[in-house]
């Protein structure tokens, strides 16, 4: 992959045609109100202006006198280069279709939502040729299943940045009409609420696809699966989609450090057949990665040179508590005593280097916030916990304790993955779950998202369920080298403090897209990725430095949409940039 390496003192221009970073800043936004679609929807009984209520309270607020409804004849004649957005238009006839082609052929872009074209202007169904034609994707069907469907945006994507990675999106209980799709680009997928792999088929829910004449984005749900959750969250897709439609190229913190794009651990709770341990980090190591054992004290000091091994191998070693009984809502003298207890029968095996034991996972993912306080008092600094605990596939700040800051603050990173205890409660064979991990792990990557992957180690002896299951899913893990994070638990924790130490903002000018980094605290940040979308595909970002400064970053394409700043170290302080763009050769 292409990496340029640069020290800003100066603006680099590398090539003499540059494009105009906020070119979009005044593109019209162009809602169809599709006169056939209308007269379609009153035969059976439906109301049009329910759909179109939805983007007028949207588009108005944001765009004011950039938005713009357009009728038949509007759209037939010549439109001013823009946004067309078609709003479940379901019904078009042949001259529209052209119409809204030639848009696109002439630079304009679309946005399209769940059976735009499935009817003519008759309405009668004639099937998705002109979304799949349109958006390069691929409609199968509908959702059969009755609830527990989730819209899932993947993190600092081109089109969904402004929102968490891997968010729990609720869009109703009874999902019949959301549509499943395939597409070679996606930015959100659906998935259930504990994002096991869909066996049907392809789970696609945003699609974004860019030709040399035109960007468009296709949702495959309706409008009328917006009520069911937060309007702040949804508004923040459409923000970020509208950005991308109006090449309006944006800047943004990255999830991860050092240009990767996701993050995965691999721990054991290391408790009954505690001797296993060892065979996973072998297979940990076969890759050149480490992990957390999270171990349960009173059988650790049964193998205090296992412990010992693994510590001076460097994989972290955290607890698992002292005996293998929850947490959740016993008295807090119990639960401080408990605490005391194993980090008494720590130090008894690691000594003075017990405080590097600084992770801890719940036995049963069973824990309360005063648990979480407990564990702050007595150094801990990042728990694994149960994945409800988040909505979100990436780590966290404990609320348990108001008023402390990331430095002080407990780092909870929840499980975001299905472990063997799931596997063998869903009584999955081995093919289905290799076929589950393979799936997730993609699933981690595309999204940007933090992947939790929990084994016991009474399934990693020589006869368990997870051993060589695991020792295959490393092999799927190290294809992704370049790109997956594989850190231990801590690392992530440290890691998401540091970041927390990092703000941005942005502005735009009439040729330039400007950003500033604050940083605070007193120690450095090293790693800092920040993530700019292009205004066309393959853009090269062109940087300066608003101040005599040198700062050492590395300029990292990501794809076709986004290129990556890995930032050497930054000190306290405020760092301003401008960005500018020129095509790649």
């Not at 824990?367 to 728990?383: F, N, Q």
Request: glycine content about 8%; overall charge neutral.
């Amino acid at each position: 992959m292409l990496r340029y390496f640069v020290s800003i003192l100066a603006f680099f221009i590398v090539s003499s045609t540059v494009i105009e970073a906020n070119a979009g800043s005044e593109y019209p936004v162009y809602l169809y109100l599709s006169p056939h679609t209308e007269t379609y929807l009153k035969t059976i009984g439906a109301s049009y202006e329910d759909t179109l209520v939805r983007w007028r309270q949207y588009l108005k607020k944001k765009y004011r006198r950039n938005f713009k409804e357009i009728g038949r004849t509007e759209l037939l004649g010549k439109l001013e280069s823009g946004v067309l957005v078609l709003a479940s238009a379901q019904a078009l006839d042949i001259d529209e279709k052209n119409a809204i082609s030639r848009f696109a052929s002439t630079g304009g872009s679309l946005l399209a939502t769940w059976a735009t074209g499935l009817r003519d202007a008759h309405g009668i169904a004639r099937g998705y040729g002109f979304i799949e034609n349109m958006f390069n994707a691929r409609i199968l069907g509908q959702f059969s299943s009755e609830g527990g469907l989730f819209l899932m945006p993947f993190g600092d994507g081109p089109l969904t940045w402004g929102l968490p990675a891997g968010r729990r999106m609720a869009i109703g209980s009874a999902p019949k009409e959301v549509l499943r799709m395939h597409s070679d680009h996606l930015a959100a997928v659906y998935m259930n609420w504990i994002r096991a792999k869909d066996e049907v088929g392809p789970n696609g829910a945003i699609a974004f696809h860019e030709s040399a004449l035109y960007r468009g984005v296709y949702f495959s749900f309706p409008e009328t699966v917006w009520g069911y959750h937060p309007q702040a969250d949804m508004n923040l897709l459409l923000d970020g989609t509208l950005d991308w439609l109006r090449r309006e190229p944006r800047v943004f913190k990255s999830a991860w450090p050092d240009g990767k794009i996701a993050a995965h651990l691999i721990e054991m709770d290391t408790e009954f057949e505690f001797f296993s341990a060892p065979t996973l980090a072998n297979h940990l190591e076969s890759i050149g990665a480490k992990g957390t054992f999270y171990c349960l004290t009173s059988e650790a000091i049964r193998y205090p040179e296992i412990v010992k091994n693994l510590f001076a191998r460097g994989h972290e070693i955290a607890y698992h508590a002292d005996i293998h009984t929850g947490f959740k809502s016993l008295a807090a003298n119990t639960q401080e005593k408990r605490i005391q207890t194993m980090r008494e029968q720590m130090r008894s095996i690691l000594g003075d280097d017990v405080h590097a034991a600084t992770g801890f996972r719940a036995p049963t993912e069973s824990y309360d916030a005063t648990t979480e306080a407990l564990l702050r008092k007595y150094g801990i600094l990042h728990h694994a916990a149960d994945p409800s605990a988040s909505q979100d596939r990436l780590p966290f700040f404990s609320l348990a304790e108001s008023n402390l800051d990331a430095n002080r603050a407990l780092v909870v990173l929840p499980r975001t993955q299905l472990d063997d205890v799931n596997f063998k409660r869903l009584i999955y064979g081995t093919e289905r779950i290799e076929s589950n991990l393979a799936h997730d792990l993609d699933m981690i990557v595309m999204s940007g998202a933090f992947g939790l992957l929990s084994v016991h180690s009474q399934n990693y002896v020589e006869d368990g369920l997870m051993r060589p299951i695991l020792a295959r899913y490393m092999g799927k893990v190290a294809t992704y080298k370049d790109v997956l994070w594989v850190a231990r638990g801590d690392e992530i924790s440290a890691w998401w403090r540091n970041r927390e130490k990092v703000s941005i903002t942005h502005t735009s000018q009439t040729d330039q897209l400007n950003f500033v980094m604050t940083v605070e605290g007193t120690s450095s940040v090293k790693g800092l990725t920040v993530f700019v979308t292009h205004p066309i595909m393959n853009a090269v970002p062109i940087i300066a430095a608003k101040e005599n400064t040198s700062i050492k970053f590395l300029i990292k394409p990501i794809d076709t949409q986004r290129s990556a700043l890995i930032f050497d170290e930054l000190n306290s302080g405020k760092y301003a940039f401008s960005v500018k763009f020129k095509p790649s050769r």
